[in-house]
């Protein structure tokens, strides 16, 4: 939302509290618009009650319940939840901006934590980070692209672990989503880095053997469609899959 220029009134939000004029313009635009769309912010996760992490998580909860509590909308007016996701999910530095170290926590299953040399020659090979060896990374570091990740804050370098499905089934269960948007995309398979368009599993755009039983094997999983793939940082880099996939 903060991106368009166009949505000056909701700028004027950014780190204050509410006045009465927000809640009159909330109530306005839920009994007049469309539908409206409601992002969050962090991941299931970082959930301070819900994440098995603590005390290494954000402070607060993190689910579509609380979004909407946080906002000051009634559940009445939900209608879906569209969760987004990674292949890969991620942590901060264990090393903060001055340089010290510090202990943010793991994710998942002991010993899943990855490489970035892994996830890009993963990508690069197209083959799963998981299995890509000390000697491909000698081989071909510096033919694939740098897909690292820094911190917003400090700028260090982001902790990357391989999925685990248990503790998403877990975030399913909890936010009970209509549709996942698979963002990242691209680490799986870097020829679909930045692209944009439609997938109908018939024409437009092709989506190799590996990548679909990849969606596949999540979607029979999680029990939820993924209806589109996020390939890059501007807008326009998706793939859509909603003509082929329905909403389960």
């Known amino acids: 939302m903060m991106r368009g220029p166009e ?14 004029n927000y809640y009159k313009r ?31 998580t954000t402070s607060r909860q993190v689910s579509v ?10 559940p009445l007016y939900f209608k879906d939840a569209i969760m987004v996701i990674r292949p890969f999910p991620i942590r901060i530095s264990n090393e903060i901006y001055d340089g010290s170290k510090i202990y943010s926590g793991d994710y998942g299953e002991k010993n899943s934590e990855l490489t970035w040399n892994q996830i890009n020659i993963g990508s690069y ?23 690292t990740e820094h911190t917003t804050v400090t700028k260090k370098i982001r902790r ?58 999540l979607e029979e999983e999680l029990g939820v469609s993924i209806t589109m793939l996020g390939t890059g940082p501007d807008l326009n880099h998706y793939i859509d899959r909603r003509q082929y996939v329905k909403k389960r």
């Open 65 to 74: 319940a609380q979004m909407l509590a946080d906002s000051g909308i009634s």
């Open 160 to 217: 990357i672990f391989d999925i685990d499905i248990e503790l998403l089934k877990r975030n399913i269960e909890i936010n009970t989503p209509a549709e996942i948007y698979l963002n990242f995309f691209e680490q799986l398979d870097s020829s679909y880095r930045n692209l944009h368009g439609v997938y109908t599993g018939r024409d437009g755009i092709y989506i190799d053997k590996y990548r679909r039983e990849y969606l596949s094997w």
């Open 26 to 56: 909330l109530q306005y635009h839920l009994k007049n618009s469309d539908y409206i769309l409601l992002e969050g912010a962090q991941g299931c996760d970082l959930d301070m009650n819900h994440s098995r992490h603590y005390p290494n």
């Open 7 to 20: 949505n000056i009134f909701f700028k004027e939000y950014k780190n204050i509290k509410a006045t009465d």
């Open 125 to 147: 090979l197209g083959q799963y980070p998981s299995v890509i060896t000390e000697e491909d990374v000698e081989e071909y570091q510096d033919l694939a692209d740098d897909l």
